[in-house]
């Protein structure tokens, strides 16, 4: 079984290059196929993930071409309306191309993407969006079959800024014809960077708060597009060197993007120094406690909840984390407690009783944000700490350990095949 050992107390010292941002490749990814004409990626982070899309995107007759950080994503012949049931069982992203599909073909045949460790995570949002643009949807055992002759612009109020929902009807939109206002959308920096990809593309399209107006167009053109940093490995690596009580500088990043995170970590007493692109955090010898609620942007985003839970386990005093978008985000504190850790969960909130001290143990990842929690607990933990899982983690951090070990951290990957 593949595992990362690590012995902790260290403290990290030094600087980590931070890669693309996940989730906002895969949406980018999946813009692609809004259009006959190549589109060119670049910052384009090496993870599961993006191989899975970039899989998809093959199997729907896209010709992919990667080398290092960057794609190509150009036509590969005709499109295929029919998703690889595969891919979409890998990865809930892939449910991303059922509107570009319908918009481009008229037609799309996608499996419903199951729940995960975080939540059930239903796809209702993205439906009714599609339904608002004329679309007629079927559920057929398991498939979601889409069709209209030509989407025609509407209006959708989301209820929840659904990260999702929000890219899905946008892309869609792009291509109907006529007007499209998305009321309630998600305005996470890995959405805005979607929509500024597609006004590349040529796409008519524009954000006020949180109000998404599209003029649908003919045809799309390709283009060229750098993808923003990883505001979530940016965030877990510089709670690495604050667990450890040492210092470390994440880049590129943009600060403005981690606001709710950063205040909440100055607010535990970790110092900090923002740079145009860049953030270096200071760690102290003792956090202290802190409240706060996860929420969607510009709140504390529910991805840094599980990595941020691990440093408040060694806090002065019990801190409070209500999470509001996941109703399972709580896996983490299992395997954590295991390490020492006092976590009480009492529905949506858990209660956090600081410990001076964490233990190694061997530990199993739940998901990507739990697992990347796993490790710095393990980074600060007295002695051994094994984390297995590392499926999850893969999906959402590229070459973690290695990074980690650059600036300190001792760390490896083990392949037994135990
Ligand atoms: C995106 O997931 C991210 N994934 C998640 O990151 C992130 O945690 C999440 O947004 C919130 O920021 C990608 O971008 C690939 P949502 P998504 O639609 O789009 C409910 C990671 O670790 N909902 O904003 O699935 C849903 O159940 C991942 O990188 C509906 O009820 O998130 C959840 O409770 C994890 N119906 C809430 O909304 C719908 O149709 C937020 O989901 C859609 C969503």
Excluded: W
Excluded at 4 to 23: C, D, F, Q, R, Y
Excluded at 141 to 161: C, E, K, Q, S, Y
Excluded at 307 to 332: H, N, Q
Aim: hydrophobic share 45%.
């Amino acid at each position: 079984m593949k595992s990362l050992v690590i012995e902790g107390g260290n403290p990290l010292s030094g600087t980590v290059s931070i890669s693309g941002a996940k989730n906002a490749a895969l949406p980018a990814c999946v813009a692609s196929l809004l259009t006959e004409d190549p589109v060119i990626l670049h910052s384009i982070p090496q993870l599961r993930d993006v191989s899975t899309i970039l899989y998809t995107l093959g199997a729907l007759g896209k010709r992919v071409v990667r080398h290092d950080a960057n794609v190509s994503i150009a036509a590969g012949g005709s499109l295929i309306s029919e998703a690889n049931a595969y891919s979409v069982s890998q990865m809930r992203a892939s449910f991303l191309v059922l509107g570009p599909l319908v918009a481009r073909l008229g037609k799309a045949v996608v499996p419903l993407p199951g729940g995960c460790a975080i939540g059930a995570r239903p796809v209702d949002l993205h439906l009714e969006g599609l339904r608002a643009l004329g679309a007629r949807v079927e559920e057929r055992n398991g498939m979601v079959v889409v069709t209209a002759d030509r989407l025609t612009g509407g209006t959708i109020h989301l209820p929840f800024p659904s990260v999702g929902a929000t890219e899905q009807i946008a892309m869609a939109a792009c291509l109907a014809e006529g007007q499209t206002v998305i009321h309630n959308a998600a305005i996470e920096p890995e959405v805005i960077d979607l929509i500024e990809l597609l006004g590349k593309m040529g796409a008519d399209i524009s954000v006020t708060d949180r109000t998404i107006r599209v003029m649908g167009k003919r045809s799309l053109g390709g283009a060229e597009h750098m993808l923003i940093p990883d505001r979530m490995e940016a965030g877990t690596i510089l709670l690495a060197g604050a667990i450890t009580r040492g210092r470390v500088s994440v880049s590129p990043v943009r600060p403005q993007h981690l606001d709710a995170f950063l205040n909440s970590l100055r607010a535990t007493g970790v110092e900090l120094e923002l740079g145009e692109m860049s953030i270096t955090a200071t760690g102290i010898t003792r956090p202290t406690a802190i409240k706060l609620d996860t929420a969607p942007y510009p709140g504390f985003p529910t991805d840094l909840h599980p990595p941020l839970a691990a440093f408040l386990s060694i806090a002065d005093g019990t801190s409070k984390i209500t999470e509001s978008v996941f109703e399972r985000r709580f896996a983490y504190s299992v395997p954590l407690c295991k390490m020492g850790a006092r976590i009480v969960q009492d529905g949506a909130t858990i209660s956090i009783q600081g410990i001076d001290e964490l233990t190694g143990q061997q530990v199993d990842a739940p998901d990507i944000r739990g697992g990347a929690a796993l490790v710095l607990a393990g980074l600060a933990a007295r002695g051994r700490t094994v984390v297995t899982g590392l499926d999850h983690i893969d999906r959402g951090h590229a070459n973690l350990e290695s990074k980690l070990r650059a600036i300190g951290a001792r760390i490896e990957r083990r392949e037994d095949d135990s």
